[in-house]
C-alpha cells in the first residue's frame, strides 16, 4: 500500500508574526468563554484564521423567514432556511436544551408531512463542498420520542439519522462535488418519527483536496490527536469550517507549543494551527503508536488524511524519523514530519478489509519517538446520480388515485362528500344540517367487495365516481406510490429497499392477502397480485390495492370454481390458466412471483429478448447453490443469510406449478415472520454504535476507534 503526501515548507520569521487583521479578531474574540474556544494567548497566535466566509452556505432551519444573525462564538453568519425550501414547519426546541447548544440548534424545520422533503440550495457547479447537516432533537415536539430518518443527495442515499438522546446533536457530513448549479439536499421519512433538521450548511474546498479516483466522502471521524484542553474547535480557528474532536489515549501522552504552525501557505487542506500545535507521542519513548478501527463489514471502503507537524526545535543529534504500517506492512516510510509546518498524508486508493492497524514505528537511527497530531477518516459513498430526481418536498401521486379528481377536489369542482355515488334510483329521506340526505343503492361489484373488506393491510375505499364518462375508483392516498417503482422503477435506486425493509413489506402484502382468503366471509380471491397493487404509505406499510378481477370464492366445499381466465402475464397461476379453475392458491402463485422480485429485484420477465420468467431464472441459480447471485445485488451483501435462503425457499413453493404443492397465505405469513424475526436479530447487534458530545455539537462516529491491542 502506498501513500501520498502534501510537501510543505518552513515558513519565514516574518510569516509567523501576526498581522494586524488577526490582531484586531483576538480583540473580537477576547470575551468568547473559554471552555467554547479554548484559551487565547496574549498574542493570540491559535487564531490564524480568517473574518471572509466568502462562499459560506450557512441555514438555520426553522429560523423566522427573513432573519439573519451572526453566531457570538464563531462569528457566523446564519441566515432562515426558508427562502430554500417550501415544505415543513418550524419548531423550538425546550429550553433546556438551549444553554449549551450555539443558537443555530435552538429552531428545527419538521416535516410531519411527505415522504421526501428537499431543500435546493444554489451552488457553483463542479466546486468541492463540504456539506453539513445538524440535528439537536431537544424535545422540539413535546413526544419525547426519538426519532429515525435518511438523508439523501439528489436521488442517491447519503446516511441515516438517529440519537441516543433528546439532548445530543447528530452532524453529518459528506464532501462532494455537485456536476450541476444547485444542490437538492432531502429528509426521508422512513415510518420512525418525523424528520427535521437544525441547520445545513456547505463550505466550498479546493478540488485538489480529499481525492478520490470516483465517488464522494462521508465523514466518519474527524481528530484533534494530542489535544491538551479537551475542547471541540471549528470556525474561525479553521478556515474551511471543519469540526475537530479531541483525542487521546491512554498510552499516549501529549506535547504542545504556543507557537504557530503554518497550514495556510503551503498545505490545500489548511488544517488550523491549534490543532497541529498539540500532538500525541507514547508514553513510553521506545513504544510504537497504535491505533485500529473495525469497519461494520468487509465492503466499506476508507480514505484517511493524516496531518503531522514538528514543532519542536531539534537539536543537532536529535532527530524524528517513522515508518507508518498498515495491518502489519509497511504503508509509508520513513518519514520526519517539518518543523512549524503541516504535511497531509493519505492514500491514493481506498482501504478494504474491514479491520485496519496502523502503527507508527521509530526508525533505527531516530533519537525521538513518533508523532500524531491530526487525522481524518472518511467513508467512499456514491452520490453519482443526478440531483434532479427531486419533487421538492412535494410527493407524487401514486397511481392509484386520479390525478384528474385530485385536482378537481382541490378546486372545488368535485365535492369529497359526492364521491360515493348513489344509483339512479333514489329517494330524499330527509334534511341534514348541511343540506339533503340521500337514501341510495350501491350497484357496482367492485365497490360492494371493497365495502365489506377492512384491513391494516388494504387500501381503504373514500369513495368512487360514476358520472357519465367519468368513472373511478377513489383509494386513501398512498404517499410513496406502488411496490414496482421502488424495485424497477423510477425510484429503485433513490432510496434502495434494505432486506428488512423488503421483509415487511412481503409481510404485511401477505397478510392483506390472507385476510381476504380467511378474515373475509364469504373468502375473496384477489386474481391480480402484482408489485404495481402494492401501494406503500408514508412509513412504507404496503397495502394490496386493486380489487378489480376479485371474485367471491364459494364456500359449499368445492376446492375450486370455473371463471373466465384473467390476470397480469408474469404473475398468472399456470395451472388456473390451463384449467380455468381458480381458488385461493392462484393468489399464492402470484404473491409467489411478487416475493422473488423482492427478493431478486428482477421482473416477473425479463425485458431481454429470451423472456425469461422470474422463477426460472432463480431456479436456475439455486441448481448451483449461490444464494448471494439470487439476491438483488444493491442489497451489496447486507442481509442475515439464513434468512435470505428461507424467503427464497418460500417463495418458490408458492410458484408450484401445481396448486397442491403450494403453501396457504397463513402458513406464507408465518415463513415471512420467521424471515424478518432473523433480520432483525442480526441488524439489532449491528445497529449499535457510539457518540460523542461536545457544547457545541457531537459527531456521530459510526466506526469505533481504539488502540491496538498489545
Not at 555 to 580: C, F, K, N, Q
Not at 587 to 604: C, H, K, N, Q
Not at 632 to 639: E, F, I, M
Not at 701 to 706: A, I, K, M, P
Request: hydrophobic letters at 35%.
Amino acid at each position: 500500500m502506498t501513500a501520498y503526501f502534501l510537501a510543505s515548507f518552513r515558513p519565514s520569521l516574518a510569516e509567523l508574526d501576526l498581522d494586524p487583521r488577526v490582531n484586531e479578531r483576538c480583540q473580537k474574540l477576547s470575551w468568547v468563554p473559554t471552555i467554547l474556544l479554548g484559551t487565547i494567548s496574549k498574542k493570540c497566535p491559535s487564531v490564524h484564521a480568517q473574518d471572509d466566509q466568502s462562499g459560506f452556505i450557512s441555514l438555520d432551519c426553522g429560523q423566522p423567514s427573513n432573519s439573519s444573525y451572526s453566531e457570538s462564538t464563531t462569528g457566523i453568519d446564519y441566515i432562515s432556511d426558508a427562502a430554500f425550501i417550501s415544505t415543513g414547519v418550524s419548531k423550538s426546541v425546550a429550553p433546556a436544551y438551549k444553554a449549551t447548544h450555539q443558537l443555530q440548534a435552538a429552531y428545527v424545520r419538521s416535516f410531519p408531512r411527505g415522504v421526501k422533503n428537499c431543500y435546493k440550495v444554489n451552488i457553483t457547479k463542479n466546486t468541492k463542498y463540504l456539506i453539513r447537516a445538524a440535528f439537536l432533537y431537544g424535545n422540539y415536539d413535546g413526544l419525547n420520542k426519538l426519532p429515525k430518518f435518511d438523508l439523501v443527495i439528489g436521488a442517491s442515499y447519503w446516511d441515516s439519522v438517529a440519537f441516543t438522546d433528546a439532548s445530543l446533536s447528530t452532524i453529518k457530513e459528506v464532501v462532494h462535488i455537485p456536476t450541476l448549479d444547485y444542490i437538492n439536499v432531502c429528509l426521508l421519512n422512513k415510518g420512525t418519527g418525523d424528520p427535521f433538521i437544525s441547520s445545513l450548511e456547505l463550505r466550498p474546498l479546493k478540488n485538489t483536496t480529499y481525492l478520490t479516483p470516483t465517488g464522494s466522502l462521508a465523514l466518519s471521524f474527524r481528530l484533534d490527536v494530542g489535544s491538551t484542553v479537551n475542547q471541540t474547535y471549528r470556525y474561525p480557528y479553521d478556515a474551511l469550517d471543519r469540526i475537530w474532536q479531541p483525542f487521546n489515549f491512554n498510552k499516549w501522552t501529549q506535547l504542545a507549543t504556543s507557537l504557530t504552525v503554518d497550514a495556510q501557505s503551503h498545505n490545500d487542506y489548511h488544517v488550523p494551527s491549534i490543532v497541529m500545535r498539540s500532538a500525541s507521542t507514547p508514553l513510553d519513548p521506545s513504544d510504537t503508536m497504535d491505533f485500529n478501527w473495525n469497519a461494520p463489514d468487509t465492503s466499506t471502503q476508507y480514505y484517511i488524511f493524516i496531518h503531522f507537524a514538528e514543532f519542536q526545535l531539534l537539536k543537532a543529534n536529535q532527530s524524528r524519523s517513522f515508518n507508518i504500517t498498515l495491518n502489519g506492512d509497511h504503508w509509508f516510510g520513513p518519514f520526519a514530519p517539518a518543523y512549524l509546518s503541516t504535511i497531509t498524508m493519505f492514500s491514493p486508493s481506498a482501504l478494504t478489509g474491514g479491520n485496519y492497524s496502523f502503527s507508527l514505528v521509530q526508525t533505527e537511527n531516530s533519537t525521538l519517538p513518533p508523532i500524531l497530531n491530526a487525522m481524518e477518516v472518511y467513508t467512499l459513498i456514491d452520490l453519482s446520480q443526478s440531483e434532479t430526481d427531486t419533487d421538492d418536498g412535494r410527493n407524487k401521486l401514486n397511481g392509484s388515485v386520479p390525478a384528474d379528481l385530485i385536482e378537481r377536489s382541490k378546486s372545488g369542482s368535485l365535492s369529497l362528500s359526492g364521491y360515493i355515488h348513489v344509483a339512479k334510483k333514489r329517494k330524499e329521506t330527509t334534511r341534514g344540517g348541511f343540506g339533503k340526505v340521500y337514501h341510495g343503492l350501491v350497484d357496482d361489484t367492485q365497490v360492494k367487495l371493497l365495502i365489506r373488506v377492512h384491513h391494516r393491510n388494504l387500501t381503504s375505499l373514500v369513495g368512487y365516481c360514476n358520472e357519465g364518462t367519468n368513472m373511478a375508483l377513489i383509494y386513501e392516498f398512498m404517499a410513496n406510490g406502488n411496490l414496482d417503482s421502488h424495485l424497477l422503477g423510477e425510484n429503485n435506486n433513490a432510496n434502495v429497499l434494505t432486506w428488512e425493509g423488503r421483509l415487511q413489506i412481503a409481510t404485511d402484502a401477505a397478510q392483506g392477502l390472507e385476510y381476504l382468503h380467511n378474515g373475509c366471509k364469504p373468502p375473496i380471491v384477489h386474481r391480480d397480485v402484482k408489485t404495481t397493487n402494492i401501494l406503500l404509505a408514508e412509513n412504507f406499510q404496503a397495502k394490496l390495492a386493486d380489487f378489480g378481477l376479485s371474485r367471491i370464492f364459494p364456500t359449499d366445499g368445492r376446492t375450486h370454481m370455473s371463471t373466465a381466465v384473467a390476470g397480469t402475464p408474469g404473475y398468472l397461476d399456470p395451472e388456473y390458466h390451463t384449467t380455468g379453475w381458480l381458488n385461493e392458491k392462484s393468489d399464492v402463485y402470484s404473491f409467489g412471483v411478487v416475493l422473488l422480485e423482492i427478493i431478486t429485484g428482477r421482473p416477473a420477465i425479463s425485458r431481454t429478448q429470451e423472456k425469461v420468467h422470474v422463477s426460472q431464472w432463480v431456479s436456475s441459480m439455486l441448481a448451483m447453490g449461490d444464494i448471494k447471485t439470487i439476491l438483488d445485488p444493491r442489497l451489496r451483501g447486507d442481509y442475515e443469510i439464513n434468512s435470505a435462503w428461507k424467503a427464497v425457499e418460500l417463495a418458490m413453493n408458492c410458484v408450484s406449478d401445481t396448486s397442491n404443492k403450494r403453501a396457504n397465505m397463513s402458513e406464507v405469513v408465518r415463513g415471512l415472520k420467521d424471515c424478518l424475526e432473523a433480520e432483525l436479530a442480526r441488524t439489532n447487534v449491528n445497529r449499535v454504535t457510539e457518540s460523542t458530545d461536545s457544547v457545541i455539537y457531537s459527531m456521530n462516529v459510526t466506526t469505533e476507534l481504539s488502540p491496538l491491542a498489545r
